[in-house]
């Protein structure tokens, strides 16, 4: 059992550093869209999701569970990319 605990801790952290990623890409976002109302995109994240969910079907995971899980990533990005772009522009 503590070499899965140890697989899973390690998983975390690389999980950890994958997230850490894509915050990056959001602050990359936050620097390229001239317009505060392009940081919500709909359409994305609806394709971001089901891709989430194809993903997770064809890998035999729990697809709703994910899609969840996803959707509360995508919000959280939005949220931190509509900040960072606030920031951005308060610096000038």
Do not use: F, H
Request: a negative charge.
């Amino acid at each position: 059992m503590r070499e899965v605990r140890a697989g899973v801790d390690a998983t975390d952290r690389a999980l950890m550093e994958m997230l850490d990623r894509r915050y990056g890409y959001m602050r990359a976002a936050a620097r390229i869209k001239q317009d505060r109302g392009a940081v919500r995109d709909e359409a994305r994240k609806a394709e971001v999701i089901a891709n989430a969910r194809t993903d997770a079907e064809a890998r035999g995971l729990p697809a709703d569970q994910l899609a969840e899980i996803w959707d509360r990533l995508v919000e959280s990005s939005i949220a931190y990319e509509a900040l960072e772009w606030d920031r951005i522009r308060e610096a000038g």
